[in-house]
């Protein structure tokens, strides 16, 4: 029997998965993507961030959708838009991930399915070796919550990981 190891785990975070999110279309409730350029906290870039249906042919900028307060003082009010990221909606537009399920009492989610396929990876890896020096905690791989990484999880979350793989 060999043995399934991975280092991918604590080279990888979260953000290198922002992009192309498959999200529930707000308008049919049929499966929407995100396209988004390449993350980088420092170049947003709200006219390259759109929001598309295929089936009922929705879309939407993120520059279209409306500033909120981000700040507010007697001298000043700072608007914009934030991120939710990390959650099981998407950072951008906060609409409901596609690829979400129920999963020892959690709920299991990917934005899309590079995510999904790299979550599967490293639950399967009974020895994931991690690399101290480059990020500690930064990577997806440390921040996984435990239910997750437990041993005793693993076979029922890649049944649900694969079963998650096969929705369209």
């Known amino acids: 029997m060999t043995t399934l190891r991975t280092k991918e785990g604590y080279h990888k975070q979260i ?46 900028r993120l520059e279209e959708k409306s500033d909120l307060i981000l700040h507010s003082s007697p001298n000043k009010v700072i608007l914009g838009k934030y991120l939710i990221v990390g959650g099981v909606v998407d950072p951008y537009f906060h609409l409901p991930l596609w690829l979400t399920i129920n999963c020892c009492d959690n709920i299991l989610w990917a934005y899309n399915y590079d995510h999904l396929n790299f979550l599967y990876e490293h639950v399967k890896a009974k ?30 979350i890649l049944k649900t990981l694969t079963q998650l793989k096969s929705k369209c």
Do not use: H
């Not at 290198?16 to 350029?37: H, M, N, Q, W």
């Not at 020895?127 to 029922?156: A, C, F, V, Y």
């Open 15 to 60: 953000y290198d998965f922002i992009k192309d999110i498959y999200v529930f279309c707000p308008s049919c409730e049929g499966k929407a993507i995100i396209k988004t350029p390449d993350f980088s906290f420092g170049k947003k870039n709200e006219k390259e961030i759109k929001l598309i249906c295929a089936k009922c042919g929705y879309n939407k």
């Open 127 to 156: 020895l994931r070796e991690r690399n101290t020096q480059e990020m500690p905690n930064k990577s997806i791989g440390s921040r996984l919550p435990k239910w997750m990484t437990s041993k005793k999880n693993r076979e029922t």
